[in-house]
């Protein structure tokens, strides 16, 4: 569980929210994180994003500076998603929680 929260809260510090519809969301690259993609490789990206138990597919394109994510909103809540890439850490914190209860993850150790 601490493991799903730790990669959660990583992804949120290197995108904002560009676009979300209840099941899908569109990130986009913080401003900042672009200078540094050279640094990081898609394939980390991509690991950061599959730890995510919420996240059913994904897609990351360096070319747009974005990552499509897909999830079943009919067992996790769209606000809970929204807060997720909360600027506030606290609030991305507790959505952290807040998902993992809706997947039934809080008895897992990881």
Known sequence: M???????LKLRKWVTIGHHIPGRIRLKYKLGIVAQL???????????VASIPAFTSYTVNNATGSIVIEYDYSIVKYQSID???????????RACYAIAQQLNLNGERS
């Open 2 to 8: 601490k493991t799903y929260v730790e990669q959660a």
């Open 38 to 48: 050279a640094s990081f490789r898609k394939s980390d990206i991509e690991k950061v």
């Open 83 to 93: 807060e997720l890439f909360s600027e506030s850490e606290q609030i991305a914190e």
